[in-house]
């Protein structure tokens, strides 16, 4: 349908509703010759009489009696989406969709989420968890305004990525492990050790999958997740090793660093490249990008 429908459907509603063509051009604010000549458009688009002259007034004609209440409840629906579109945008009151990795939501999230509310307290927070590509897509299609993950999405013409901070990862080994006593290991030395392993499509599993090569070596899965907890848990259990980001001491594991390869990723904020924030998603944007890397520290 022509891209003009919709206010060709408000001027045939008020005309239908008052009857009149002079009437509905007051109340609509437009004069009666243009009103006049937007229901002979409507008339000429749909190929139907709408109205039949009865006296000074006007009438509905059958199709016009079809057609009104589909178009009262169209643009009843369209006032209400308006509505609310302009409530999400309201720099007081307004709504921000924010994701993050899983792996950010124990502390990360909760320190980010009390510092904005302390100066934003009505703006409402839609969160989104979800693992490091759902994030990018979501991000890229406009259902989440920005998202905290790793890697940055530095090739990507979609995307728009800023580092914020660096996160360490150490190798979770089973308590009375060999290496359960360094102070320091090689990645290389647990090459033929099973490994618990994000899933694919975590941003982690890429990650830890770089750094294994990076050492000479193909991690062996021997269980693939989606929960940090779930992986430390299983090494505490003697299924396997794992590279995890550091935490609260866990029953049976201990975390030892990493001294080769590097075991550090980059965690930072992703939002659309050519998006328009509204006033609540600019201003929570803006905080992440002034207090995220303290907030993203485990010291915080």
Same mark, same amino acid.
């Given at each position: ?42 008339? +000429? ?17 059958? $199709? ?16 209400? $989406? ?25 502390? #990360? ?11 934003? /307290?009505?703006?409402?927070? &839609?969160? #989104? ?21 790793? /890697? ?35 990645? $290389? &030395?647990?090459?033929? &050790? ?20 990076t050492a000479g070596f193909r991690p062996r899965a021997a269980f693939e997740?989606g929960e940090t907890g779930t992986l430390r848990g299983l090494v505490g ?8 980001? #550091? ?51 485990? +010291?915080?």
């Amino acid at each position: 349908m022509h891209e003009s429908f919709a206010p060709a459907l408000y001027r045939f509603v008020a005309v239908a509703q008052e009857g009149h063509l002079t009437r509905a051009a007051e109340r609509i604010g437009v004069g009666q010759p243009t009103l006049s000549r937007a229901v002979a458009r409507l008339e +000429d688009e749909i190929g139907v009489a709408l109205f039949q002259r009865v006296g000074r007034g006007l009438r509905l004609t059958r $199709a016009g009696r079809i057609l009104l209440p589909r178009a009262e409840t169209a643009l009843a629906e369209l006032s209400t $989406a308006a509505a609310e579109l302009a409530g999400d945008a309201d720099p007081h009151t307004g709504r921000v969709a924010f994701g993050f990795l899983g792996t950010l939501g124990p502390e #990360v999230v909760p320190r980010i989420l009390r510092g904005f509310r302390d100066r934003h /307290p009505r703006v409402r927070i &839609e969160l #989104v968890q979800n693992r490091h590509a759902v994030l990018l897509d979501r991000v890229r299609a406009g259902s989440v305004d920005l998202a905290l993950t790793s /890697p940055m999405p530095d090739d990507d013409p979609d995307l728009v990525g800023t580092a914020l901070a660096e996160e360490e990862l150490r190798l979770g080994v089973p308590a009375g492990h060999r290496l359960a006593t360094r102070t320091g290991v090689d990645l $290389a &030395e647990v090459a033929d &050790e099973p490994f618990l392993l994000f899933a694919r499509g975590y941003g982690l599993r890429g990650t830890v999958e770089a750094w294994c090569a990076t050492a000479g070596f193909r991690p062996r899965a021997a269980f693939e997740g989606g929960e940090t907890g779930t992986l430390r848990g299983l090494v505490g259990a003697g299924l396997g090793v794992a590279l995890l980001p #550091v935490g609260p001491d866990a029953p049976g594991v201990v975390q030892v660093p990493v001294r080769s390869p590097r075991t550090v990723r980059t965690l930072g904020m992703v939002h659309a490249a050519h998006d328009r924030p509204t006033p609540p998603v600019r201003d929570l944007r803006a905080f992440v990008l002034e207090h995220g890397a303290r907030l993203l520290a485990h +010291d915080a």
